[in-house]
């Protein structure tokens, strides 16, 4: 399967375009994870955005790209969201590598922290995290922060 990407900053975002985020993180933080939670955090502004689209130009997946001093002193990697009909495709590994290679770009050969969802743990080793935390839980979901150096 080919996905689209492009990475973009917040101004650049239509209002089609972030309805779209919106939705997808949505859809799967909110339903599927049954997370009441307050996605509009503010951080959104500050983001490089991530966004794959499949051959039929749906967003299936998302992730935010994160300044040092936003959510962590690190840069940082969020609201990392595969939908349902991506699972399995390889997008969501596509995705990290290429929001890897942006940070890359962007701020050089920096440490990455990232929140992650327990039962991905393996998923983010693949890509050179390594946890630095305890467990903890956020929203009911066990998560542990994970780093990279790049």
Partial sequence: MKFKWIITRFEALTPATLYRIMQLRAEVFVVEQNC???????????????MGYNEEKEMIAYCRILPENVSYPEVSIGRVVT????????????MMQRALDEIRLLFGD????????????????????EV???????????????????
Avoid: C, W
């Fill in 36 to 50: 009441p939670y307050l996605d509009a955090d503010g951080k959104d502004e500050n983001a490089f955005h991530v």
């Fill in 83 to 94: 939908s349902q009909s991506a699972r399995g495709t390889g997008a969501g590994k596509e």
């Fill in 110 to 129: 920096v440490p990455v922290r990232i929140g992650a969802q327990l039962y991905l743990k393996k998923f983010y080793e693949g890509f050179g995290f």
């Fill in 132 to 150: 630095i935390s305890d467990e903890y839980l956020e929203d009911n979901i066990p998560h542990i922060e994970m780093l990279a150096k790049l």
